[in-house]
């Protein structure tokens, strides 16, 4: 079972930033593709980034490409989302996930294992 942590959410006005942090424990780390989804209020779950195992491949929706940047950290077992130039439409909760299905990182059925969330609200 592995498990999956977030931090780093919070208030920042728009034009700001935030870095998301992910920690992962019980399973081996660098064996996961890992994502990042959010989902705001009434609205559908909506891949945000995704990174592969090594961390030598990144994918983004393009509402955040030039914006955002995930990353890992293997050896701390951390997988990070830092976000800039923050929009008010960025605002939800965001969640941590990690699949060992290396194919679609994009797609929200193929991971398996899913953080409990945290919540970023961007004000204007």
């Known amino acids: 079972q592995v498990q999956l942590v977030e931090s780093g959410g919070g208030l920042v006005q728009a034009g700001g930033s935030l870095r998301l942090s992910c920690a992962a424990s019980?399973?081996?780390?660098?064996?996961?593709?890992m994502g990042w989804f959010r989902q705001a209020p009434g609205k559908e779950r909506e891949f945000v980034a995704g990174?592969?195992?090594?961390?030598?491949?990144?994918y983004y929706v393009d509402s955040v490409k030039g914006r955002f940047t995930i990353s890992r950290g293997n050896a701390k077992n951390t997988v990070y989302l830092q976000m800039n130039s923050l929009k008010p439409e960025d605002t939800a909760v965001y969640y941590c996930?990690?699949?060992?299905?290396?194919?679609?990182?994009?797609?929200?059925?193929?991971?398996?294992?899913w953080g409990q969330g945290t919540q970023v609200t961007v004000s204007s």
């Open positions: 996930a990690a699949t060992r299905d290396t194919s679609y990182p994009d797609r929200y059925y193929v991971y398996d294992y």
């Open positions: 019980g399973g081996t780390f660098s064996n996961y593709v």
């Open positions: 990174i592969s195992r090594s961390g030598s491949s990144t």
